[in-house]
């Protein structure tokens, strides 16, 4: 398991980086609804973004400030995702941005804006303007809880992280804040997760290490099979940690990408074992397969099965339903060659269920983690899938989220 | 809708065709288990079959027969799906065709067979050859009720129909019964759908007819996205009617195909409606595809959409969900074209959100049927997808099903 040691740090334990987290009155509930991101030095930024062609508004902005390839801050809302809201919802995305701006005297089009919550509703800028001045005032290096409570929905706890590592004799620092919950089944990337970091890098480095970190972490990642309108993974590296600079992929590049990996895979399944609704969390091992794509569609036709789930969630071993899916994933098998098993006990093998004892089943399947193995014997390719069971609770938050 | 008037004859009502479903002990209930149907005069046979790899015995003994081009009977059980049971599952499968066989002084190989239930379960066979012994001594005209009764599991109520048309002034019948409810989404073929007719039909053009009509009705219907191990739907033609056999594609052909096409639309729809734990039918009509493949692709996103499912079991007009699985579901689509309309009230339009009249929406989300409209302006292509809302008797039933 990660370190938890400067979990409370999160995104300002990099040097050079402050945060907040505001009530702007944008949650019904009256919580923490602005998050404030801010590095002294203007940083280089690296960002991936949901596939889904219906993007929210702030997703468009902040795919151009990542392709000017620099970032002053993060200023995120949740309550509302500004999605489906038209060219008013683009205007409203971009004086969020402006007024981070001006408040913190840096340049609009480098403020990354970010917004989760309910679809079609537009901002109350008046609320929206009030909370960023406020969040701008509140900036410190002990704000990351509160930036990380600020874009929370229906997630039950913020996802945060911070690490370091040492390059040339440096340290280098990484923290991170991360939401979930509903609407999980990333493509490119999923949920808002926003990485500080103060190494020093090239911009098309960074941008290069977290589009194949994410294929590896947040890409193998679902609670529902739904991929959402605002999901985006955004990096901040502002240098200051005084390393010299990164610029080819040598020995400093590949201990940064090993960090920043071990970050967003231990993201992706926190973002799993918290799925709304959630009582497991499990982790779905292909082995066997012809190739990665192969072994990912293997696991995600098994992950997204919701009647897998739902037997997790009563803790039944029905095994049957795991095969079942592996039948009609889209993968070429033969059934008679796969092994399935749970916790490390094999049930099906041979074409047929393999007999295990009842009470070793039960400890199994009564553990809060669960581990699926599925053995192809088609190749030699591996994949691993986070994901959650589905419970009563999660029909019960999505029967009426809107209401 | 589809007349009810001769729905308990259901596959006895063509002539020549008897049925029956008895208690064989096989279902933990000790429910009626165990179904029966017998052609006096052999049929021909046309089938359609799952498409998942890892397919039930009783799937691949009955293509077999279907091979042959002729059929007897089928004798078919729920509470044991016959499925990953292996050689021994075969040999199971084909004994149950041979025990009907004997008693009804037929072939083995014109016996179609069929499992449903728990997979990776061996049958009892000393159970079910009483069963079957039993059944046919039951055999008669009032016989299909039971049989229908015979092959549900956790279907609230088993769906049959019955109708008859003129050819050549021949009253021609047909009859059948069906089961859905969980792991339903067809490909293919799905769920258990035994239809019986009294025409005189080629058996190849009964089987391209089976084969065209099953891609526009059973396989528009998804309950819970999982395609089973066991589904079949199976056509017998015994010709009895007496109508001047059907060697072409002529008038008569047209008029039997449209009934036989009629009477799988409406066994697709009441499958969709009595969804393990649905509250609410739903219809999604998707306009204005560039093709019918990318209409069904789009339709069958939203109707899968866990979310989108359990907002319409909450009441609650989230149509975000809808137009975010539209974006998600891999055809290529301008949010800004894209119309959403929830029981004919626009919702969603110009890329925004349309006001509405809430006491009107709120009429039509509670009714139990709901109809959901789709245009793309794409192209000129529609599809319509059954579904069914995702409830907590849905979790419930699922979550301890084996155990």
Redesign the interface.
């Known amino acids: 398991m990660f370190s938890e040691k400067h979990k409370a740090a999160g995104v300002a334990y990099p040097q050079g980086f402050k945060a907040a987290g505001v009530r702007a009155g944008i949650k019904k509930s009256g919580n923490l609804d602005v998050a404030l991101i801010y590095t002294e030095k203007v940083a280089v930024v690296a960002g991936v973004f949901t596939?889904?062609?219906?993007?929210a508004a702030p997703v468009h902005v902040s795919k151009v400030v990542v392709g000017t390839g620099l970032a002053h801050a993060v200023v995120a809302n949740a309550g509302c995702?500004n999605?489906?809201?038209?060219e008013?919802?683009l205007h409203d995305a971009e004086k969020m941005a402006e007024i981070a701006a001006q408040e913190l005297n840096c340049r609009a089009d480098d403020v990354i804006v970010a917004s989760t919550g309910?679809?079609?509703?537009n901002l109350d800028m008046a609320k929206m303007e009030a909370g960023i001045k406020n969040a701008v005032k509140e900036l410190s290096k002990d704000g990351s809880v509160n930036a990380g409570n600020a874009i929370i929905t229906t997630d039950t706890y913020s996802k945060a992280c911070a690490t370091e590592l040492e390059i040339g004799g440096k340290e280098v620092r990484l923290g991170a804040i991360a939401k979930g919950s509903?609407?999980i089944m990333p493509?490119m990337a999923t949920m808002l997760c926003f990485i500080t970091t103060d190494v020093d890098i090239d911009q098309k480095l960074l941008q290069e290490a977290l589009s194949e970190i994410t294929e590896i972490s947040f890409n193998m990642l679902t609670v529902?099979?739904?991929?959402?309108?605002n999901d985006m993974v955004v990096v901040l590296a502002n240098g200051a940690a005084g390393n010299v600079k990164i610029t080819e992929k040598n020995a400093d590049y590949v201990k940064f990408y090993a960090a920043l990996k071990e970050m967003c895979i231990e993201l992706a399944k926190r973002i799993a074992a918290d799925g709304e609704g959630a009582t497991k969390f499990i982790t779905i091992n292909v082995h066997g397969a012809k190739n990665f794509a192969d072994a990912k569609k293997v696991g995600m036709a098994v992950a997204?099965?919701?009647?897998v789930k739902?037997?997790l969630?009563?803790e039944?071993?029905?095994?049957?339903?795991v095969?079942?899916?592996?039948?009609?994933s889209g993968v070429?098998?033969n059934?008679d060659k796969v092994t399935i098993k749970y916790g490390g006990i094999p049930v099906?093998a041979?074409?047929?269920?393999v007999k295990f004892n009842a009470e070793d089943m039960k400890k199994i399947l009564s553990a809060k983690d669960i581990i699926i193995d599925i053995e192809l014997e088609n190749g030699a390719a591996n994949a691993t899938i986070w994901t959650c069971d589905?419970?009563?609770l999660?029909?019960?938050i999505?029967?009426?989220?809107?209401?």
């Not at 596939?51 to 993007?55: E, G, I, R, Y």
């Not at 041979?350 to 269920?353: R, T, V």
């Open positions: 596939q889904n062609q219906v993007a995702a999605a489906c809201t038209g008013q919802g309910v679809i079609g509703v509903g609407m493509n529902d099979g739904d991929t959402s309108t997204n099965s919701l009647l739902t037997s969630f009563g039944d071993s029905n095994w049957g339903r095969i079942c899916a592996v039948g009609y070429k098998i059934p099906y041979n074409g047929i269920g589905t419970s009563f999660y029909i019960k999505n029967a009426d989220y809107t209401t």
